[in-house]
């Protein structure tokens, strides 16, 4: 089983993000289960949303203790101290920043991918200049650096989920998978970690 | 492993709910929005605004007052729906008493969430376990396909025993949780469920009346009728699932077993914890140990007969209950407590976990189910597990 949580910012659209990616990956012919943290949600205030996926139906629910890969939409989350908390160091961590990864201070054996998905979203009037979506761009990185999903299956996933600017959406996500800076090559394949 | 179905999309289990009603193409919507069954209500309004479901929405200012509507609207024949959670169930409640004593087959999906105060918008089942004695008929569904398949087979027996019927799915755990569900096609669902045609409706040109006044002698047998329609209720469940199951390939019953082959020790469950517990049953049987689990899918009626059956082989019962009944314990608890009256050998455990949205874990499953396979739990009362306790 593969766990992966989403952390953003209420507006940013880290729950969407994490519906996409589970209906991409479910097109991939993985079951998947995604939820967000419960509870209300504020804009701007910090949200996490998670996403199990498996080659066997997931049967287990509640949160997860554990992460495979991170995706992390705003950069100042890292000051959170429990962001990187259960964080298995074979998985992603992908963050919306400018820097090049190894400029963000983490370990060396982490893989962490950077994309400036800000300047995406901007660049493709996504959002406002204050509140950038960055949702389907940083799934673009994902894709890119985990290998576990396509293009075009977030594509093909992303339609009932969006359906304000869904070209400028495509975009977003094609420009994050070829912007994308990974500190490591991508490994042919990722293992999928123990059930946690 | 089961195959992946091209079909499938992957959503919520509100929107499992929502496809459920058009699908049943329901005539009636009255709803008051609660969260965490909001997404239902809101997204039905939109479908009946942009006429995508040819259904008329009653938009009301009370759950109070959507019964009523409810009641008026299936009292002239209509297929009638709606949504609600916790505070809003328990407005509900003298309507659902009313809606029953009718005779209406009103389907009710509720989405389980704790009672306040002190406030909370989590999970719990507290709030339909304490509508147990309305006289509706109670499904609680493990994933939101089983809601969505709950709620048609839940219109095509409460039509045929003429009761309404709950569809429970947790808070959370189901409502707002995305995963594979199979959505069948619409002239499938036809044939599985015709229209509505009541044997007994308001028409103006054929006048009758509903819920008059009775002398104590006949009451007694209006009642005593509700509760033969609840007997023959567990028939028609088993029939319809089965036929369910013949028609898209998953079939339903009263109760499910899972490697209850031989286990010396089930673990009883009702509702979405059931697939967490059923990881912590495989972790305990790699271990060797005999344990096995009982979902309970009705409430009401209880399948006491089958219950009877399905441990006929067991010597330990650990129940585990999201909902109290305060002064006495586990709510489903009980009721295996009194199905179960003479069988000495069976000693029964009740476990209150996950009141509120505290957390249910793997491993507190096994970790309870070891003490009680090793009967370091006290048989007489309940056990409170998780949360700051």
Same mark, same amino acid.
């Given at each position: ?36 943290? =419960? ?41 959170? #101290? ?14 919306? $920043? ?47 650096? $985990? ?50 | 492993?089961?195959? /992946? ?174 995963? #594979? ?28 009346? =509903? ?32 036929? =369910? ?43 060797? /140990? ?22 006929? $082989? ?21 009721? =295996? ?53």
């Amino acid at each position: 089983m593969w766990e992966i949580r989403f952390h953003g910012r209420g507006g940013q659209g880290a729950v969407i993000a994490s519906k996409i990616l589970a209906s991409a990956l479910f097109r991939e012919g993985l079951y998947t289960q995604a939820f967000p943290s =419960f509870g209300a949600e504020r804009r701007g205030a910090p949200v996490a949303a998670f996403l199990r996926a498996d080659r066997a139906p997931i049967r287990v629910r509640g949160e997860m203790a554990g992460a495979d890969h991170l995706l992390i939409l705003d950069v100042s989350l890292l000051a959170l #101290p429990d962001l990187l908390k259960g964080y298995r160091e074979s998985g992603w961590i992908i963050i919306n $920043s400018p820097c090049a990864p190894l400029d963000l201070g983490f370990p060396l054996h982490y893989r962490v991918a950077t994309v400036d998905a800000d300047r995406i979203a901007w660049g493709l009037e996504l959002g406002s200049r204050a509140f950038p979506i960055v949702n389907t761009a940083i799934l673009g990185a994902f894709a890119r650096a $985990s290998g576990l999903v396509s293009v075009e299956c977030l594509n093909d996933a992303m339609n009932p989920f969006i359906s304000v600017k869904p070209e400028r959406n495509r975009k977003a996500i094609r420009q994050a998978y070829e912007e994308a800076n990974l500190s490591a090559p991508r490994p042919f394949e990722v293992e999928p970690c123990a059930q946690g | 492993m089961e195959s /992946l179905k091209a079909g499938a999309q992957v959503i919520e289990g509100n929107t499992a709910a929502v496809i459920a009603a058009a699908l049943a193409r329901v005539q009636v919507i009255a709803a008051y929005p609660i969260t965490p069954s909001s997404p239902i209500v809101e997204s039905l309004s939109d479908l009946c605004a942009q006429g995508k479901l040819q259904a008329r929405f009653i938009p009301v200012e009370s759950e109070h007052s959507a019964m009523a509507a409810c009641i008026g609207a299936a009292m002239t024949g209509c297929r009638t729906f709606t949504a609600t959670s916790s505070q809003g169930l328990a407005l509900m409640h003298e309507l659902l008493h009313w809606s029953a004593g009718s005779r209406l087959p009103i389907v009710l999906v509720n989405v389980n969430r704790a009672l306040a105060p002190p406030w909370t918008i989590f999970c719990d089942q507290s709030d339909a376990f304490s509508q147990r004695d309305t006289g509706w008929m109670q499904i609680y569904c493990e994933t939101a396909q089983e809601v969505l398949d709950s709620v048609l087979q839940a219109y095509r027996i409460s039509e045929e025993v003429l009761l309404p019927c709950m569809v429970n799915m947790d808070g959370f755990y189901l409502s707002h949780t995305a995963e #594979p569900v199979e959505v069948p096609d619409p002239k499938e669902v036809d044939c599985f469920l015709p229209g509505f045609e009541p044997r007994f409706h308001l028409d103006a040109a054929d006048p009758h009346a =509903f819920g008059g006044g009775t002398a104590p002698a006949p009451y007694m047998e209006f009642r005593h009728q509700m509760q033969e329609a609840m007997e023959e209720a567990k028939d028609r469940i088993v029939r319809v699932g089965e036929e =369910f199951g013949r028609q898209f390939g998953r079939s339903y019953g009263l109760l499910e077993l899972y490697r209850a082959e031989n286990a010396s020790l089930l673990v009883v469950t009702s509702g979405s914890i059931t697939g967490t517990a059923r990881e912590a049953v495989d972790g305990l049987r790699d271990q060797g /140990l005999a344990v096995g689990l009982l979902r309970v899918r009705f409430l009401r009626p209880f399948p006491a007969e089958e219950v009877r059956r399905a441990v006929s $082989s067991a010597e330990t019962l650990l129940v585990l209950d999201r909902a109290v009944s305060y002064g006495q314990g586990g709510t489903l608890a009980q009721e =295996f407590k009194a199905a179960l009256y003479g069988q000495d050998r069976l000693q029964i455990f009740s476990i209150v976990m996950g009141l509120g949205g505290a957390p249910v874990t793997r491993q507190m499953i096994e970790e309870t189910t070891l003490m009680a396979l090793e009967r370091t739990l006290d048989p007489c009362r309940s056990h409170w597990l998780g949360g700051t306790i």
